[in-house]
């Protein structure tokens, strides 16, 4: 059977692997910070042509920078973190 | 009528978390710093964390003593019960005697609390007045409310605003144990604003709202941010359940020849599994499983190497289970099930062979959830039944194979808040996926290039 590429409207809905409930795809679409979750293709590959479809509405840079930087787990971030924080202290203050 | 189920007196609570990095064969490599390339040290942390905490994060003595206020807090629902499970048993016509260990029973629903509790306590002490932290349905948001409220404590939690507006329930539940909850990006930090100022309709995100509570823990007075997962001191924590169990075991009679767990982050597996990987260290024969799922094979799969946790290569690299930075796990319906990366001190032990990882497929996991249900009634948080599933096979096994075994589980926490996961499952609309072989090798292969550290397997 042949997918749709067209996205599901925002009544289905699937289980989000970082929120941890349900959520539609409109959200994942543009969950980082405007560009799709770096795991879009992977949870909503068995749904319609996901790939295909991001394919068509980003470019590449935005492919490349949704794609090729997947989230980072919680532990990994927190010393980035610490520093980015330090920063915008040292910022708001200078 | 035979014993159902144990209930230990409050006098056998543990009075000690047990370490397990005092008695690893192989010890536990540090992380190194991403700028330095030296271990990560206190002062690295101490922005967020406390330093009793940042103290046992990298301690090495075998036991720790429970302070008396956690202690006296932890019997608000512990000792937990352990339960004999005769009408699985049954059902599934085993030889095997089934026991399980029963962390759903705390005010937040899971075994989150015995490290949160901890975690309040030492902040406490240190002059900490306010913790935030940040969640998505809130599990752990909500156990750290809890236990924030209990030491008359601040709490702050960032909730993404999906899941503020989507899952009412846990949000309340923060609320009525007083914790301030609200939806990222807020404009209460810098991170927030900015992304309010970009899009102002921003639905948020975990890692935004991860953000802002550091933020706000390293700019705040008296404040400190707060994580339920992964790093050693949580692991430490929840051995306050293996503890008891093996106390319950012996109340029982048996010891067991397997104990099972699900493996996210590795918290709730650990905290059932350490002390019997310490008696295995010492000679017992008992089998350790860690159960993960069939799509997202962190342990079962992955090298163990240095993997950065982002691609530009600037955050702490940790030895851990991986499948390289640029592996996005399929789908699978376990939200605590996700992380990237495997604790790293489970990271070791399966290396060194004390710990043998197993992946099941979701469909399986389900269907393992009901038969639990329809016969021992608790309906399972959808990553528990990753555990349950793997009970039932080795169950299974024990009646293929004619033999009494006596099988432990981490029951380690209910669904009650999680059906519609369930309802998904129950209306077909979940699938199965396995990773295939050329997905995993390209991940691999990513990796190759990066440093090693010595105890790397291919």
Redesign the interface.
């Known amino acids: 059977m042949t997918q749709r590429i067209t996205p599901p409207e925002d009544n289905l809905?699937?289980?989000?692997?970082?929120?941890?409930?349900?959520?539609f795809f409109s959200?994942c679409r543009?969950?980082?910070?405007?560009l799709p979750?770096?795991?879009t293709?992977?949870?909503w590959?068995?749904h319609f042509q996901v790939q295909d479809y991001l394919e068509q509405e980003l470019t590449h840079e935005e492919w490349n920078q949704a794609f090729?930087?997947?989230?980072?787990?919680?532990?990994?971030?927190?010393?980035?973190?610490?520093e980015?924080?330090?920063a915008?202290?040292e910022e708001?203050s200078g | 009528m035979q014993v159902k189920k144990i209930f230990l007196p409050e006098s056998e609570l543990p009075r000690q978390w047990y370490n397990i990095a005092a008695d690893m064969p192989t010890p536990l490599e540090p992380p190194l710093?991403?700028g330095t390339g030296k271990p990560?040290g206190p002062d690295?942390?101490a922005?967020?964390f406390p330093m009793p905490l940042i103290e046992q994060e990298v301690s090495k003595q075998r036991f720790i003593d429970i302070p008396e206020p956690v202690l006296e807090k932890y019997l608000i629902w512990r000792p937990t019960p352990m339960y004999r499970a005769f009408n699985l048993e049954k059902h599934l016509g085993t030889p095997a005697k089934i026991y399980f260990k029963n962390e759903g029973v705390s005010p937040a629903g899971s075994h989150k609390p015995n490290t949160a509790l901890a975690q309040a306590y030492y902040n406490k002490i240190s002059g900490t007045k306010k913790i935030t932290t940040e969640t998505?349905?809130?599990?752990w948001g909500s156990a750290l409310a809890m236990c924030c409220c209990l030491f008359g404590l601040e709490c702050k939690v960032y909730m993404?605003k999906?899941?503020f507006q989507?899952?009412p329930y846990r949000r309340l539940m923060m609320e009525t144990w007083g914790a301030t909850c609200i939806a990222s990006p807020s404009t209460e930090t810098?991170?927030g604003r900015k992304?309010l100022e970009?899009?102002p309709d921003?639905?948020g995100?975990?890692?935004?709202a991860?953000?802002e509570a550091?933020?706000a823990?390293?700019?705040g007075k008296d404040t400190k941010?707060s994580?339920g997962?992964?790093?050693n001191h949580v692991l430490l924590h929840q051995t306050i359940v293996g503890q008891e169990a093996q106390k319950q075991m012996a109340l029982f009679g048996d010891y067991p020849d397997v104990v099972i767990g699900c493996a996210g982050g590795g918290s709730n597996f650990s905290g059932l599994a350490f002390p019997f990987i310490r008696d295995k260290i010492h000679g017992k024969k008992v089998e350790i499983l860690a159960v993960e799922p069939a799509s997202c094979p962190t342990m079962t799969r992955g090298p163990f190497a240095y993997d950065f946790?982002?691609?530009?290569q600037?955050?702490?690299l940790?030895p851990m289970h991986t499948l390289g930075?640029?592996?996005?796990?399929?789908?699978?319906?376990a939200?605590?099930l996700?992380?990237?990366?495997m604790a790293p001190l489970v990271s070791q032990l399966i290396l060194d062979k004390l710990i043998t990882p197993i992946a099941v497929p979701q469909l399986e996991t389900f269907e393992a959830g009901l038969t639990f249900a329809r016969t021992e009634g608790f309906i399972s948080a959808?990553e528990t039944n990753h555990a349950i599933a793997v009970l039932i096979r080795e169950a299974k096994k024990a009646k293929e194979e004619g033999k009494q075994k006596v099988i432990l589980l981490n029951w380690s926490g209910h669904g009650l808040v999680?059906m519609?996961?369930y309802e998904?499952y129950l209306t077909g609309?979940l699938?199965n996926?396995e990773l295939p072989q050329e997905e995993i090798d390209r991940a691999l292969a990513e990796i190759a290039p990066l440093p090693k550290p010595k105890q790397y397997r291919k």
Not at chain 2, 309 to 312: A, E, I, P, Q, W
Not at chain 2, 325 to 333: K, Q
């Open positions: 809905k699937i289980r989000c692997r970082k929120l941890g409930h349900q959520i959200y543009r969950e980082n910070r405007g979750c770096p795991k293709i992977d949870c590959h068995i090729a930087a997947p989230a980072k787990p919680k532990v990994m971030t927190l010393l980035d973190l610490i980015q924080a330090k915008a202290k708001g | 710093h991403p990560v690295d942390l922005p967020i998505g349905a809130g599990q993404v999906v899941s989507q899952k810098n991170a992304i970009k899009n921003s639905p995100s975990l890692g935004i991860i953000s550091v933020e823990a390293v700019l941010y994580l997962s992964v790093l946790g982002d691609t530009v600037m955050t702490p940790l930075h640029s592996f996005i796990p399929e789908p699978i319906h939200g605590g996700r992380y990237h990366g959808p999680d519609a996961a998904a609309r699938k996926y």
